[in-house]
């Protein structure tokens, strides 16, 4: 075998890597600013932090799910956007891509419908029925498509959707177990479901990620 035949390994893409940071940390500042527009001065607390990390999950699932799903709409753009080869590739994907931006943005509604729903001393901005109906519907189609498009998934997705369940999985329970315990001793106040829902979202989400760029997934191409 020759040094010719040996093929190097591909280096980052870095003008894609700055042009993926760039465009994410704009979006994430809009979407931000219009969602603090939209409950400024309509009895939103603030200080809160169960509602802002639910708004704040919110919006960081409606984002994501939103690239992606541009990117299954426009493969052109959104190829340049979305860690990929070219478009070419994300056709090719289409079908497990839909499926995972629809999850990714009924995720995304639920919680900011949690967030914006009544409170103790809140009117809120969605009602409670609507909250829950965004619960049931993201539990079905969530479930539902999940386990359709297990088959579109290929060997590499499997093993990183195994590991971050693994990797979220052990988290939570470390997590919770010592949060838990010291909260009944009395040494810490105790979370508040909707900052539970939050904090396991965030936690998978998180999980996700580093499996994702150890695998070498995030690696812009």
Same mark, same amino acid.
């Given at each position: #075998?020759?040094?010719?035949?040996?093929?190097?390994?591909?280096?980052?893409?870095?003008?894609?890597?700055?042009?993926?940071?760039?465009?994410?940390? =704009?979006?994430?500042?809009?979407?931000?600013?219009?969602?603090?527009? &939209?409950?400024?001065?309509?009895? *939103?607390?603030?200080?809160?932090?169960?509602?802002?990390? %639910?708004?704040?999950?919110? @919006?960081? *699932? &409606?984002?994501?799910?939103?690239?992606?799903?541009?990117?299954?709409? &426009?493969? /052109?753009?959104?190829?340049?956007?979305?860690?990929?080869?070219?478009?070419?590739?994300?056709?090719?994907?289409?079908?497990? !891509?839909?499926?995972?931006?629809?999850?990714?943005?009924?995720?995304?509604?639920? #919680?900011?419908?949690?967030?914006? %729903?009544?409170?103790?001393?809140?009117?809120?901005?969605?009602?409670?029925? =609507?909250?829950?109906?965004?619960?049931?519907?993201?539990?079905?189609?969530?479930?539902?498509?999940?386990? &359709?498009?297990?088959?579109?998934?290929?060997? !590499?997705?499997?093993?990183?959707?195994?590991?971050?369940?693994?990797?979220? *999985?052990?988290?939570?329970?470390?997590?919770?177990?010592?949060?838990? /315990?010291?909260?009944?001793?009395?040494?810490?106040?105790?979370?508040?479901? @909707?900052? #539970?829902?939050?904090?396991? @979202?965030?936690? #998978?989400? %998180? %999980?996700?990620?580093?499996?994702?760029?150890?695998?070498?997934? @995030?690696?812009?191409?």
């Amino acid at each position: #075998m020759t040094p010719e035949s040996i093929s190097a390994p591909s280096k980052p893409n870095i003008r894609k890597m700055i042009l993926q940071s760039i465009v994410g940390a =704009v979006c994430g500042a809009i979407v931000t600013y219009l969602a603090l527009q &939209l409950v400024e001065g309509r009895g *939103f607390d603030l200080d809160d932090p169960s509602r802002v990390a %639910a708004l704040g999950i919110g @919006l960081v *699932f &409606l984002l994501m799910g939103t690239i992606v799903g541009l990117g299954v709409v &426009l493969p /052109g753009p959104g190829a340049h956007l979305l860690n990929v080869e070219d478009a070419d590739e994300l056709r090719e994907q289409r079908r497990p !891509l839909w499926r995972s931006a629809l999850v990714i943005l009924l995720i995304g509604a639920m #919680m900011t419908a949690f967030a914006l %729903a009544p409170g103790p001393d809140w009117a809120g901005l969605v009602s409670r029925q =609507v909250a829950a109906i965004a619960l049931a519907v993201t539990v079905v189609a969530s479930t539902s498509l999940s386990f &359709l498009g297990h088959k579109d998934q290929d060997e !590499l997705m499997r093993a990183i959707a195994r590991e971050g369940s693994a990797w979220g *999985f052990y988290a939570s329970l470390a997590i919770f177990v010592v949060w838990g /315990g010291l909260a009944h001793l009395g040494f810490v106040t105790w979370i508040t479901p @909707l900052g #539970m829902v939050s904090a396991l @979202l965030a936690i #998978m989400l %998180a %999980a996700i990620f580093i499996v994702c760029g150890v695998r070498g997934v @995030l690696t812009p191409r």
